[in-house]
């Protein structure tokens, strides 16, 4: 896209500068106001054919041909530019709703019963508890404010106090839907997710590689707590996007997701108000 914009940019400048160019050309030596010079050049580049004006000198016709040459070529160039940086975007657009719909699979399949197992553990979740119950009347200076909390909040996991073995059980059992999720190539477009997804895995190889999981080592636990911590923090922030896309583009998306807010202890998908 940047080599796109770049050589949308370059043909432009050559463009304007054909413009410029033939208007104070044919404005001289065809002894024109600048109205009916630029009238001429444009008549020229765009080859419609003359009717009521002409080059009536020699140096006139050599100008017409030099702008028709030149004029024409950038206008193509600006024209094709332009349309491919359009089609771009829209592909773009599309492997953009492709990959929301992917990762609003990710939290129904795996990621709010994640966040759900996790938050239960953590420390300090108290803390931002309020915040995380999202409602309709949330702004995008809501999320903006919402985010930058985060990255002051500290995520502090009881890794003894996890039940490692279910935690092991429940990813491996979803690791076939979780490699479907990898083949996807519009996860090309969001880095985070992927990152969200290989810590998942991470994890999931850490803990099928221990034979028990029980009386570890105090450093293998911090080693562990680690990878918890990574994937908690991931899944706050790509469950948070999450959101914040769904309120923008699919209400009645977002309506159950606020109903079934893995933060809200009192959540429940019935309405009843």
């Known amino acids: 896209m940047k080599i796109l914009m770049f050589r949308l940019r370059i043909f432009l400048v050559i463009f304007l500068a054909v413009m410029i160019f033939g208007t104070i050309g044919f404005s001289i030596i ?10 001429f050049t ?6 419609v054919g003359y009717g009521d004006m002409h080059p009536t000198t020699v140096s006139g016709k050599i100008l ?3 702008m028709i040459v030149m004029g024409v070529g950038t206008f193509l160039g600006v024209i094709a530019n332009a349309s491919e940086i359009m089609l771009n975007n829209r592909e773009r657009l599309n492997r953009i ?3 929301n719909m992917i990762i609003g ?27 995380l119950i999202i409602d309709s009347q949330y702004s995008k200076k809501s999320f903006i404010f919402l985010r ?34 990898l083949e996807n190539s519009n996860l090309l477009e969001h880095e985070s997710f992927t990152d969200l997804l290989m810590a998942i895995f991470h994890l999931a190889e850490e803990l099928e590689h221990r034979h028990r999981l029980s009386q570890l080592p105090e450093e293998d636990l911090l080693h562990l707590s680690n990878d918890v911590r990574r994937i908690y923090t991931l899944l706050i922030y790509q469950w948070l996007n999450h959101l914040e896309h769904l309120k923008n583009n699919y209400p009645y ?15 429940s998908p019935v309405i009843d108000k």
Do not use: C, M
């Open 105 to 131: 699979a990710f939290f129904s399949e795996v990621g709010t019963e994640l966040i759900i197992y996790l938050s239960n553990f953590d420390q300090n979740i108290d803390e931002l508890r309020k915040e």
């Open 97 to 99: 709703n492709k990959l």
């Open 64 to 66: 017409a041909i030099f």
């Open 42 to 47: 444009i008549i020229t580049i765009s080859t």
């Open 148 to 181: 930058n909390k985060l990255k002051k909040y500290h995520h502090e996991i009881e890794i003894e106090k996890l039940e490692l073995p279910h935690l092991r059980k429940f990813l491996i059992e979803r690791r076939d839907f979780l490699l479907h999720l």
């Open 30 to 39: 065809e002894n024109l106001s600048l109205t009916d010079a630029f009238y």
């Open 253 to 267: 998306l977002f309506s159950l997701a606020v109903r079934t807010n893995p933060f809200n202890k009192e959540a």
